[in-house]
Every structure is written in C-alpha cells, then in structure tokens.
C-alpha cells in the first residue's frame, strides 16, 4: 500500500481516536451529561465493538488498536452519564 494512505489512515485513526477526550473533560469538569444521549452512544459503542471484531479477523492491529482506545474513551462517557444522570 502506498505510505501516504497509510499516513492518512493514521491521522485519521489518532484523530477520531482521540476527538472524545475534550467531551469526557467537559463531563469530568461539569458533572453534567444532561446532552449527552445514551442511546447514540451505546449505538456507538456496539459499532465500535463490530470494527474491533472486524480489525481482529482482518488481523490489522492498527484497526484493533485505535477502536480499542475509543471504545473505552466511549465506555467512560455512558459510564459518566449513568453517575451523573
């Protein structure tokens, strides 16, 4: 594969990696998840879970890797809007 897709499948994988992280500060600084729906992210976490099942049978760690990361980036919002409603 040519390394500039690679490159931008990189980018692309920190970049929606780690886009939750200023949302869980908000929550974490807040304590308030009033506009956060659960339902979406639930939806959320199970395609997530699907692209890890994708990337394991693929065998392509980065996949694996970067939908790890944001499953549980996701898993701590709805964990956050269970506490704090």
Do not use: H
């Not at 600084?29 to 199970?46: F, H, P, Q, V, Y």
């Not at 879970?49 to 970067?66: F, K």
């Amino acid at each position: 594969m040519n390394p500039l897709f690679e490159l931008v499948g990189a980018v692309a994988a920190i970049l929606t990696t780690l886009c939750w992280l200023p949302q869980i500060m908000k929550i974490l600084r807040e304590r308030k998840t009033s506009d956060i729906s659960l339902g979406t992210n639930a939806a959320l976490a199970t395609g997530i879970s699907l692209w890890i099942v994708y990337g394991v049978a693929l065998g392509s760690l980065p996949v694996i890797l970067s939908n790890s990361v944001t499953l549980l980036f996701i898993l701590a919002i709805v964990g956050l809007k269970l506490r704090f409603g």
